[in-house]
């Protein structure tokens, strides 16, 4: 079978560091390769592939798995992660928790950590970022000296917007430089997203995005948000709010406002019913909830109105739904929603369906956060790679 290339490589000496990326992430992609095999993929030659895995097998980040026979000749050495070779750490901050995530160079989370928050402004949450940090070392000593970075996945919009009363429900961050604190605090490379790209992001190392170039990502928070992925990286917009797509306006509402997790709790304590968390509300759907099947039917029309916006503007592979809701909600919105006839995505033949269910669950964007930095460890962006 021929090789798709993931990214072009280049054998010029500046771009040593591009490469070594490259080849990172031709092998995750792989499973297992060998140095020809990545030459080729990579439009690289053979002696640079061998000196680039000799560094990154010296470095730790790549193994040996054995030999593959093809053909004639001594069999070729094939290559692959080490997952101890590197590791992530994921933050996610709510108003009322601080979540975390360590997750190794394949992308499997090793220890997690939630700490309820009583006060969450910047001083006590950074003192307590830098506690758990401080007890997953502990609790993983290999990692103390192969951290490759911190996502950090905070409510967004980002700085102050035109979006009138929808900034940030952190007390005091919304004029800070909240990646130089946490940088400062923990001693790390850091990447600020908000949740929804997060768990773009997190789809594409080790989801439903895996393999696919430019998806968009509809998430529930608890509002609706939007991840952009294009060419295998984030569409972050000029200051980091693109994708704010819960406040456009349909019919005389935002979309999150028939369409999140707010939307829907606020649907069932206005029948009396306790909507919280996604224990309740799943135990809700399968007792057939009259209430609950009501909003469920608003939001499929709801999420037809999304579809039309994010498949005309963006022309994405495929639309991901996915977030902070149970397994059965979102099945049942993607089975539910009559999608859009007017759409560039209208058509035959597609190599994806256009709507599919993702992750899901409380963890969703602070693993995402973590995959962040996975994935500018170990991918170029198309854009450079020439």
Not at 41 to 54: D, E, F, K, P, R
Request: proline share 4%; glycine share 12%.
């Amino acid at each position: 079978m021929a090789i798709q290339p993931l990214q072009q490589g280049s054998n010029a000496e500046r771009s040593r560091h591009r490469n070594r990326k490259a080849v990172l992430g031709q092998v995750r992609a792989a499973g297992t390769m060998g140095r020809a095999e990545i030459a080729r993929a990579l439009a690289l030659t053979t002696q640079t592939v061998s000196n680039i895995i000799a560094e990154l097998s010296e470095d730790g980040m790549l193994l040996e798995k054995g030999r593959l026979s093809a053909g004639r000749g001594l069999p070729a050495i094939q290559y692959g992660l080490n997952p101890e070779g590197g590791y992530a750490l994921g933050i996610e901050v709510r108003p009322d928790a601080v979540f975390a995530a360590l997750l190794d160079l394949q992308g499997q989370a090793v220890v997690t950590e939630r700490v309820a928050l009583d006060d969450n402004t910047p001083a006590a949450v950074l003192g307590l970022t830098q506690a758990i940090y401080g007890r997953m070392l502990a609790q993983v000593p290999a990692a103390t000296n192969r951290m490759l970075g911190v996502g950090i996945v905070m409510p967004g919009p980002f700085g102050v917007t035109g979006i009138a009363g929808m900034g940030t429900d952190l007390t005091g961050w919304q004029e800070v430089d909240a990646a130089a604190l946490f940088e400062d605090a923990l001693d790390l490379p850091v990447v600020l997203s908000n949740d929804a790209n997060a768990a773009a992001m997190a789809e594409r190392i080790s989801g439903v995005g895996q393999g696919i170039a430019s998806f968009a990502y509809l998430y529930f928070g608890a509002g609706l948000g939007l991840g952009l992925v294009h060419g295998g990286q984030l569409v972050r917009g000029a200051f980091g709010n693109a994708g704010e797509i819960g406040h456009i306006p349909v019919n005389g509402a935002k979309l999150e406002d028939g369409l999140s997790r707010l939307s829907v709790q606020r649907h069932m304590a206005a029948a009396g019913k306790d909507a919280r968390d996604i224990d309740a509300l799943e135990a809700l759907f399968q007792s057939g909830d009259a209430d609950l099947m009501a909003w469920l039917s608003g939001a499929c029309e709801t999420l037809g109105h999304a579809m039309t916006i994010v498949e005309n503007m963006f022309d994405p592979q495929t639309v991901i739904l996915g977030g902070a809701m149970p397994d059965v909600i979102l099945d049942y919105l993607v089975q539910n929603t009559a999608l859009p006839v007017v759409s560039v995505s209208n058509k035959a033949d597609l190599p994806h369906d256009r709507l599919v269910r993702g992750a899901s669950g409380r963890m969703t964007a602070t693993l995402g956060a973590a995959a962040l930095i996975l994935n500018n460890a170990l991918s170029t962006p198309l854009a450079q790679a020439h």
